[in-house]
C-alpha cells in the first residue's frame, strides 16, 4: 500500500485546515495520523479502523476529527483551533494487523505533509 499525504499549510493559530491521505490501493486497514514536529520525536495524533473506531491524543481531542471514505481509499483528518504546538509534518499510515485502533506497530507510512500555525 502507497499512502499520499496532502493539504498541509500555513495557517494562522485558531484556523483549520484539512489533511488527506489517499491510499493507492482498497485497503480495510486501520488509518493512523502522526505528527512530528522540530526537534521531537514522533507521536500519535490519531486513528479510525475500518469499522470506524476512532482513538484521539489527549492534546487534539475535541479540535481534531478523523474520518474515512472507504469508497475512495481515504483518510482525512479535520484540524480546528490550531494552535502553534500543532505545527509538525503530519504523517499517515497504515495498520493491516487487524486489532482495531492502535498507537504503534503501522505498516505503511505516507510522505509527510507540513502543518506550520502561526501565533
Known amino acids: 500500500v502507497q499512502l499520499q499525504a496532502s493539504g498541509g499549510g500555513l495557517v494562522q493559530a485558531g484556523g483549520s485546515l484539512r489533511l488527506s491521505c489517499a491510499a493507492s490501493?482498497?485497503?480495510?486497514?486501520?488509518m493512523g495520523w502522526f505528527r512530528q514536529a522540530p526537534g521531537k520525536e514522533r507521536e500519535f495524533v490519531a486513528a479510525i479502523s475500518w469499522r470506524r473506531s476512532t482513538d484521539y491524543k489527549d492534546s487534539v481531542k475535541g479540535r481534531f476529527t478523523i474520518s474515512r471514505d472507504n469508497a475512495k481509499n481515504t483518510v482525512y483528518l479535520q484540524m480546528n483551533s490550531l494552535k502553534p504546538e500543532d505545527t509538525a509534518v503530519y504523517y499517515c499510515?497504515?495498520?493491516?494487523?487487524?486489532?482495531?485502533?492502535?498507537?504503534?506497530?503501522?505498516?505503511?507510512w505516507g510522505q509527510g505533509t507540513l502543518v506550520t500555525v502561526s501565533s
Open positions: 499510515a497504515a495498520d493491516d494487523s487487524r486489532v482495531g485502533v492502535r498507537r504503534s506497530g503501522y505498516d505503511y
Open positions: 490501493t482498497f485497503t480495510t486497514a486501520t
